[in-house]
């Protein structure tokens, strides 16, 4: 049994997620019967309510503030006041969505990883959560899906023929990065390039596609066998990348250290490195937005005009994938929780892991998870469809 300490408690009810026109509610540990959410003349069933669940409440007006009555049968058990978020300046340009470390293959999760999946289910929780998360982000209206890294938990084969079954779950176009476990290189692992390619998936190390007028940047931070992560020899191509009169968004598996102590595992880029890739990205573009995976957390800071966020992971606490709502004049990142039940039941249960500091940890604010930014360039760019990958070379790019 977890034992959890006294200040890691994790409230009964909260608001996880919020957009122009959508909530997104997490409950637990309430009382027995059926949860369902009032506002205005809009009533929403939103699950069991004695199960810890997600669910969402769509319909709304943007840039108000809703007071939500949350009753269980018909108690009152909560009232939440939310302001759902302006809609982006500008014309939509196109919606993406990055799923994180989906650690397909590991099947214990905690410090000492003694936390078992107990549900049931016949499929493994990273397994069922990427799944899940696939399905909810297609559904969202994802018109690509970036997978951030992490893909497998340690590069073996029958790790990767998990892969194989959430892809053929995807009806949209996919990038891929490989995260540090993908390339930890222990016996009997595979190249993970070769594991992309015979997929179908491209695995140059900085490659982009088009989206509108826009662009989707995908980075192989990685350092064979190592778990930090850098750019060195692929900055100048990442440059080439986002040099453009237009918006890009950057992911990558390893998140940018912005402190010259390192205060948390695991070690991404180090902020030496960090403060040259940033300046030098926000030169040649300062319209972009950079994302991680990696920490299994949330979080989002701005860096010379760009926001740089980390999403956490789809597979534990709070588990989640995250969708851009790209505009001509902003972005919008809004991170969910994976709602399917069996899930969340699964993803609550891991908040608790190391004594519950997990679960404040691994949550961030919903400030750092819905999130608005404006682009600092105010160009009102032509809208155009092209939805070709490009791989960078290494001899097309500037010099590092
Ligand atoms: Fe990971
Ligand atoms: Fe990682």
């Not at 959890?4 to 409950?27: C, G, H, K, M, R």
């Not at 650690?103 to 003694?114: D, K, M």
């Not at 040649?284 to 937005?289: I, S, Y």
């Not at 800071?301 to 588990?319: I, N, W, Y």
Request: a negative charge.
């Amino acid at each position: 049994m977890a034992i959890t300490l006294p200040f890691t408690a994790l409230p009964n009810v909260e608001v996880f997620a919020v957009d122009a026109s959508n909530v997104q509610i997490a409950w637990r540990d309430l009382p027995p019967g059926v949860l369902s959410a009032t506002t205005g003349a809009i009533t929403t069933r939103l699950g069991i309510a004695d199960r810890p669940g997600v669910g969402e409440i769509s319909g709304l007006s943007s840039a108000t503030a809703h007071r939500i009555d949350l009753h269980v049968d018909d108690c009152l058990v909560s009232r939440l006041t939310v302001r759902t978020a302006a809609s982006p300046p500008g014309a939509l340009i196109g919606r993406v969505a990055t799923i994180s470390d989906m650690h397909l293959g590991e099947s214990a999760f905690g410090l000492t990883r003694t936390m078992r999946d107990q549900s049931g289910s016949t499929l493994p929780y990273p397994l069922r959560c990427t799944i899940a998360a696939v399905r909810e982000a297609q559904e969202w209206g994802a018109e690509l899906i970036v997978f951030k890294g992490d893909i497998t938990h340690t590069g073996l084969p029958s790790q990767w023929e998990l892969f194989d079954r959430v892809l053929d779950e995807v009806s949209i176009p996919v990038m891929a990065v490989p995260g540090n476990h993908d390339v930890v290189g222990v016996k009997g692992s595979i190249d993970h390039r070769w594991a992309l390619e015979s997929r179908g998936i491209d695995s140059v190390e900085v490659q982009w596609r088009a989206l509108g007028s826009s662009r989707v940047v995908a980075v192989d931070t990685t350092i064979p066998t190592k778990g930090s992560g850098t750019l060195e020899g692929r900055l100048g191509r990442v440059l080439d990348a986002v040099d453009f009169d237009g918006p890009a968004l950057v992911f990558a598996h390893h998140h940018f250290e912005h402190t010259p102590i390192r205060y948390f595992w695991p070690p991404g880029v180090g902020q030496s490195e960090t403060n040259d890739v940033m300046r030098t990205l926000s030169e040649v573009n300062a319209d972009l937005l950079v994302s991680s995976g990696h920490t299994h957390r949330n979080r989002a800071r701005t860096v010379a005009g760009m926001l740089v966020t980390e999403v956490g992971s789809v597979k534990d606490h709070p588990g989640v994938w995250a969708g851009y709502e790209i505009h001509e004049a902003a972005v919008r990142q809004t991170v969910r929780r994976v709602a399917e039940p069996s899930c969340v039941e699964w993803t609550d249960r891991t908040s608790s892991a190391v004594g519950g500091i997990w679960g404040v940890w691994s949550s961030g604010t919903i400030a750092q998870r819905s999130v608005s930014h404006r682009w600092p360039s105010t160009r009102i760019r032509h809208r155009r469809r092209d939805t070709t990958t490009v791989a960078v070379a290494p001899g097309e790019s500037n010099p590092d």
